[in-house]
């Protein structure tokens, strides 16, 4: 039978991720992943959940298992609030902040419309684009037309690990006013930030026009499918309108969980045993590709976040170099998928969050091998 023309019009512009595709292929405990942008399991503080989960179930009682406020239960949402400084009208939960990015996508995006991101851009948020039929182009073609939103990811950035200057932040605003348009801000790794000193958010700078976007995934845990937008009330009305037909609410006994655990302080305490472990994993990588990348191969030195973008001399197709990669035991994301033209075929993202410790040298030294052979 002929599926074909059961689908609707936006189908042929879903994306494949070909990250998730890499996870359908391989067991990534089986070999050396540097491919996903997986937390490292220990620190998820599996051993409080019993208790935070009692705790919510003798606070709360049935309400904790029962539907609750498409905008998220008040509870979390007020946490979040004073975390970050904001009445609680601008702050709507969302499943995930990859929800966030699909919501605002659905709520903004008209087919041929224009949206301005890095490139190479975060995977995630090219499929929702794509899926909304927009356009993508890079911050510095600021002459399209149809211009609807600025993207960027200016902590740590997913997949460059490249942090945003103040001056650079604020050129972005200065387009964003200029063009009256609006920004989302992504900002799932802002909290783990190793060295160096934070900069400013684009929300704190032009709030009238941001929509942040936060996370529970790297935090807390990503399985709670946690996240938030903070914006401007009239935006979030619409938000909060389109996320009644996508999930009536976010996962209530989640909610109460996350509000538990940052509410407490148990998030902030486990956030600097995340830091103390992501910082050495990073510093560690950091050595490891000195010592055994040959030259010509440079890399970003990411302050914070889960990544570092390697760029390969030209010529070295990291595509066509996965296969072999792959069976020797070693995964990375080819750079090029991260570029809406597939260029950029000399560059790679490496993920040095999940790989234990123990692992991550005979990982690099492999990647080094199969990179010299391929010079
Ligand atoms: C930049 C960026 N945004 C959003 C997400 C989605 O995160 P989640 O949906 O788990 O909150 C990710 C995940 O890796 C990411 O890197």
Redesign the pocket.
């Known amino acids: 039978m002929d599926y074909s023309k059961f689908f609707s019009a936006d189908v042929p512009s879903f994306l494949r991720s070909p990250v998730r595709e890499i996870f359908r292929k391989v067991d990534l405990s089986a070999i050396c992943s540097f491919a996903g ?1 997986y937390p490292a399991a220990v620190t998820f503080p599996t051993d409080q959940i019993p208790s935070l989960t009692a705790k919510v179930l003798e606070k709360y009682g049935t309400k904790a298992l029962q539907y609750g406020a498409t905008q998220g239960v008040p509870e979390l949402r007020e946490v979040i609030a004073r975390r970050y400084g904001v009445p609680v009208s601008q702050v709507q939960i969302t499943t ?6 699909d919501v605002c996508s659905r709520v903004f995006l008209n087919p041929g419309d224009v949206v301005l991101a890095d490139n190479p851009v ?1 995977l ?2 090219l499929q929702s684009f794509k899926a909304y039929r927009a356009e993508v182009h890079s911050i510095s073609e600021t002459v399209a037309s149809n211009i609807k939103f600025i993207y960027v ?1 200016p902590d740590f ?2 997949p460059s690990g490249k942090t945003m200057t103040l001056e650079e932040r604020e050129e972005v605003v200065r387009v964003a006013r200029e063009l009256d348009i609006l920004i989302i801000e ?1 900002s ?2 802002r909290e783990l930030r190793y060295s160096g000193e934070p900069v400013k958010t684009i929300r704190e700078l032009a709030s009238e026009r941001t929509l942040q ?1 936060g ?3 790297k935090i807390f845990a ?1 399985g709670f ?1 946690l ?1 938030w937008i903070i914006g401007p009330e009239e935006l979030l009305e619409q938000i909060y309108v389109c996320k009644q037909c996508l999930d009536l609410c976010p996962p209530v006994l989640d909610q109460y969980m996350a509000a538990e655990f940052m509410g407490s302080g148990a998030l902030d305490a486990n956030l600097v045993k995340t830091i103390a472990e992501y910082r050495r994993r990073r510093d560690l990588m950091l050595s490891l590709l000195e010592k055994y990348m040959p030259s010509g191969v440079s890399w970003t030195y990411p302050e914070g976040g889960l990544f570092l973008w390697l760029t390969l001399p030209e010529g070295v197709d990291t595509v066509a170099m996965y296969d072999e990669a792959l069976s020797r035991g070693v995964a990375y994301v080819a750079g090029s998928f991260f570029y809406t033209d597939g260029s950029h075929r000399n560059t790679m993202r490496l993920n040095f969050s999940f790989v234990d410790e123990a692992k991550m040298e005979p990982g690099i030294k492999l990647l080094a091998d199969i990179i010299s052979h391929a010079v």
């Open positions: 942008g995930s902040s990859q929800q966030g990015i975060y995630g948020a990811i950035n997913n992504d799932p790794y976007l996370s529970f995934s990503p499918r996240g």
